[in-house]
């Protein structure tokens, strides 16, 4: 008690001492110009980022946007480049989509929950939480080969639709788990209390109170990573999806392309027709990325309506 | 304790020799305490005291901290609430609880309200319930019409309005209620406090406050805490009067906390 009061009437005194300036003045002026030039360097490597997506996207429209025409979408692939569309290659992606999230996002969501909510926390627990992050970071092609492997091969699935979707599905799992488990966690503490406090269950408390508030985040996670899929070509080669299908799929059994591949496919024939080709499947793929990822924005706004 | 008290005498919850400890740390130290039926007692001491602490474990709340332990007794209608037999969930429903910031489901103001029953199978009229708890609250003539807006829309005030009102929807004997108005601006506090005198007529309410007047305005019973002790306790005139130890003196007085 003496103490502080000491220390009080000390911090007085010196405020009663003659009146001098901490800030070294001549610093100051080199502060400040450290100031701009850092602000100078963050606004260049956002242009820098900003003008090469600007110069690839210009650079694909002026070259693959005359080809772009209904034929484009209704013809199979062909020999002739004035014949050749994307109509299997199209179909073949809506598939994998809807394959791929059905099998991805049940799984990796329910994982995500009991990760967050149930899970003891145990060494093997943490054991299986960095690998999950280790296998997010996988290069690609590692899972083509798991693909080929236990589904091509051992499971006998052949080369089909769902050999492919589940190829992906584990491709996908991991960023599904880890971006769910984000937004699982970033639901406040006081909200669990709220529900337990007003004679709540557990799994009351998870599925109606933190699985809705964590939706949005969710959402984001889960579109993000579909979208990825959708742009994946090097698991699917190695599988042995075709490059060149003349019919749209009609079942999970069925052989199947996608539109990476079949931009990969022309983009690797010699005649200049085919890179156009490319430059214009790209186009039909980057709307449909960019469709997918304002979805996403527009499903996370929707659900914000009540804010955390 | 005079013979005078004795019309309200029942006991309600009572705590025997309650440890909580963190860990290895010990933040409670075997605290004694009786709270009679339809009263306010009042929990105050310096930040740190233990007194949330001890709140938490009334209603078995400390059980979401992994590291926190409890060891003794809390007697609540003769049962132990530390024994096997009792189910905390049930439990909880019958002890209700406000916390120190509001925390409104991100739900509209009637959902608010309706989840607590509903997930507890009411079946009622839930219109009737939503308005009667709103009207206890003191809340009902400032949403009467917006029943189906978001709860953020609330001020602060009238959030933690909806948070009492939702609490009482349960109809519990026993309101545990943490700091309420530590968040709140004096008007809200003003409206709080006058509905926690209004409320003890229904039900009995156990408050923890680091506002000393406070506590002198709306309790009964003042506990005062220190360091994780009970230091003394007794009818609120009598301890903001003449508290019997020197340390609950230096405290109302103002001299440290």
Not at chain 1, 183 to 204: D, H, N
Not at chain 2, 7 to 35: C, R, W
Not at chain 2, 165 to 173: G, L
Request: hydrophobic share 45%; with cysteine.
């Amino acid at each position: 008690m003496a103490n502080t009061n000491d220390s009080l009437t000390s911090v007085i005194e010196l405020g009663n001492t003659e009146h001098e300036s901490v800030v070294n003045q001549k610093r100051m002026a080199k502060r400040k110009l450290y100031d701009k030039l850092f602000y100078r360097l963050c606004q260049s490597t956002i242009l820098l980022a900003l003008v090469t997506l600007v110069i690839l996207v210009v650079h694909i429209i002026i070259s693959g946007v005359s080809w772009l025409s209904l034929d484009f979408f209704t013809n199979f692939t062909s020999r002739f480049a004035e014949q050749a569309g994307i109509k299997a290659a199209i179909m073949g992606s809506m598939w994998v989509l809807v394959l791929t999230a059905a099998f991805a996002i049940p799984l990796g969501v329910s994982a995500a929950i009991f990760l967050e909510e149930y899970a003891p926390k145990k060494k093997w627990v943490e054991w299986i939480q960095i690998n999950i992050g280790n296998l997010a970071g996988m290069p690609s092609i590692v899972y083509g080969l798991v693909g080929l492997t236990v589904f091509v091969r051992y499971l006998n699935f052949e080369r089909s639709l769902l050999a492919g979707s589940l190829t992906l599905a584990l491709l996908v799992l991991p960023i599904i788990i880890i971006s769910s488990q984000e937004a699982i966690k970033a639901v406040p503490l006081s909200l669990r209390e709220a529900a337990y406090a007003l004679g709540a269950k557990k799994w009351q408390v998870v599925f109606l109170q933190v699985l809705p508030a964590a939706l949005p985040g969710i959402l984001t996670g889960v579109i993000l990573s579909i979208s990825r899929a959708i742009g994946e070509t090097a698991p699917l080669i190695v599988i042995g999806a075709l490059s060149f299908v003349a019919f749209t799929p009609a079942s999970i059994w069925d052989e199947f392309t996608v539109l990476p591949i079949q931009i990969y496919n022309w983009a690797s024939k010699p005649q200049e027709e085919f890179h156009q080709l490319a430059a214009a499947a790209i186009i039909v793929l980057l709307v449909l990325l960019f469709a997918m990822n304002f979805l996403a924005i527009y499903l996370r706004q929707k659900y914000q309506r009540y804010k955390l | 304790m005079s013979a005078s008290a004795s019309e309200n005498s029942e006991i309600i919850l009572e705590t025997k020799d309650l440890n909580v400890f963190y860990g290895d740390k010990q933040a409670i130290h075997s605290v004694n305490m009786q709270v009679k039926k339809g009263t306010v007692a009042a929990l105050i001491g310096p930040s740190g005291c233990g007194k949330s602490t001890f709140l938490r474990s009334l209603n078995r709340m400390n059980d979401f901290v992994s590291t926190a332990r409890v060891d003794g007794k809390v007697f609540y209608q003769g049962k132990n609430l530390y024994s096997k037999k009792v189910d905390p969930v049930e439990l909880r429903s019958q002890i209700g609880m406000v916390f120190q910031k509001p925390n409104p489901f991100p739900k509209s103001i009637y959902k608010n309200i309706t989840w607590g029953p509903k997930i507890n199978g009411f079946t009622g009229d839930m219109d009737l319930l939503v308005e009667k708890s709103l009207k206890r609250a003191a809340l009902w003539g400032e949403v009467k019409d917006r029943l189906h807006d978001s709860a953020f829309d609330l001020s602060g005030g009238q959030q933690q309005r909806l948070c009492i009102a939702r609490t009482i929807a349960m109809n519990p004997d026993v309101i545990l209620m943490d700091e309420p108005c530590s968040a709140l601006d004096p008007r809200s506090t003003q409206a709080i406090e006058d509905l926690i005198t209004e409320l003890k007529r229904r039900y009995t309410i156990i408050i923890v406050t680091h506002n000393m007047q406070q506590a002198g305005r709306i309790s009964d019973e003042t506990y005062f805490f220190h360091e994780g002790n009970l230091i003394e306790s007794g009818d609120t005139k009598q301890i903001f009067t003449k508290p019997s130890v020197q340390m609950t003196e230096d405290y109302i007085t103002g001299r440290f906390g």
